[in-house]
């Protein structure tokens, strides 16, 4: 046999055993690959402290305070609350640890910053801090309620509630200053400013109550806000809205609504809502405009602190007809024994509200905070 008839298939194998022997090397070199990789993870995970691996992280500088107290041995802590920012989280504790630690600053749980340290009556929620009833039965509606003024027998109560707090903060606090602490203050949920505006309020010695927006029949021609209930959402949606509205502020004793003359006619719709109160231990005041509305019965089917207004005194914002209802309302409670008013916190309402509060005083009627009423069995 020739020679070039015995190369050629020589050749030919060669090629394929050099072909294989890359593909070997190519393979061998991939798994010794990942076989790094999972000694690599391996190891971490029995040697690494992470119970959080793979969760997200979120990282935050925190200012050191350029000085403290000299020979300070507790740790300290005062409240960080930017007053400017309009986040619903209660502000947290600001802890300054002993020398002996390193003087770290470390931020506490934001339930801590409580309301007179009632930190049983403060669960946090996915928007930030809501009412709940403490294990030994206490309530929002009445741990928060201001104490009602020594009357005397048969002496007739108005309770007035201003609304439409917090959206101008000039104004919300000429307000909060100008009228008596009897008067009872409730804050719109979209203002700005409303930790600092409700502290200034409570440390006024004002009742504290918060409005929730209802969807009205003309929605959303008349759109009381981006966290309007509606009627035809979802039960767990509106309570998460319920929940958003909730967690805008502390230390309320209940909700008023904004708004919502078809939702309150809607009981499947107002229960669940009725009910979230309830179990968190605030009232609801409804402010009575709605002829259909079903609030009352609900709430006392539920058996909830509960309460009607007789009169939304400005529904004309004229001065004549400001006094006339005001007038009004004087009759209410001077027949019944009680009257219930809503105002806004229009300029010209308030100036209005001022002189007449002179009035009533002259003719012996008291103003009392909206949580007395209730507490006396009025609804």
Do not use: C
């Not at 050629?8 to 076989?35: E, H, Y």
């Not at 340290?117 to 403490?134: C, S, T, W």
């Not at 009602?148 to 959206?167: K, T």
Request: overall charge negative.
């Amino acid at each position: 046999m020739a020679a070039t008839d015995i190369a050629a298939p020589v050749r030919r194998i060669g090629s394929q055993l050099r072909d294989r022997m890359k593909t070997v090397s190519v393979l061998t070199f991939l798994l010794a690959g990942l076989g790094t990789v999972f000694v690599f993870a391996l190891g971490w995970a029995l040697f690494v402290n992470d119970p959080l691996g793979g969760q997200p992280v979120a990282r935050a500088a925190l200012n050191e305070p350029k000085s403290r107290e000299t020979g300070e041995q507790q740790a300290q802590i005062r409240t960080a609350t930017d007053d400017k920012d309009d986040s619903p989280q209660v502000p947290g504790d600001r802890i300054r640890l002993p020398e002996e630690s390193g003087g770290q600053v470390v931020i506490s749980d934001p339930i801590a910053g409580a309301i007179d340290g009632n930190v049983d009556l403060i669960e946090q929620g996915r928007h930030g801090p809501l009412p709940k009833i403490a294990a030994d039965g206490r309530k929002s509606v009445d741990v928060y309620a201001r104490a009602a003024p020594v009357l005397a027998p048969g002496q007739p109560r108005i309770a007035l509630i201003v609304s439409g707090l917090g959206i101008s903060a000039a104004g919300t606090e000429d307000a909060i200053h100008r009228l008596p602490a009897d008067v009872t203050l409730a804050f719109a949920p979209y203002g700005r400013d409303l930790r600092r505006l409700s502290r200034i309020a409570r440390t006024d010695g004002h009742e504290l109550m918060l409005q929730v927006p209802l969807e009205p029949y003309d929605y959303p021609d008349n759109d009381p806000g981006p966290h309007t209930l509606l009627t035809t959402l979802p039960e767990r949606q509106n309570i998460d809205k319920l929940h958003w509205v909730m967690a805008r502020m502390v230390g309320y004793v209940g909700m008023l609504n904004h708004m919502g003359a078809k939702f309150v006619a809607e009981e499947p719709a107002l229960a669940p809502i009725l009910t979230e109160l309830r179990n968190r231990g605030v009232m609801y005041l409804d402010d009575g405009t709605a002829p259909q509305g079903k609030s009352a019965i609900t709430a006392e089917r539920l058996g909830m602190s509960f309460l009607k207004a007789d009169k939304v005194i400005d529904a004309n914002p004229g001065r004549d007809a400001i006094d006339a209802e005001l007038s009004n309302l004087m009759e209410i409670a001077t027949d019944r024994g009680y009257a219930v008013g809503i105002v806004s916190a229009l300029p010209g309402s308030i100036s209005a509200l001022e002189d007449w509060i002179k009035v009533l005083e002259q003719k012996n009627i008291a103003i009392v905070p909206v949580s007395a009423l209730i507490k006396t069995g009025a609804s």
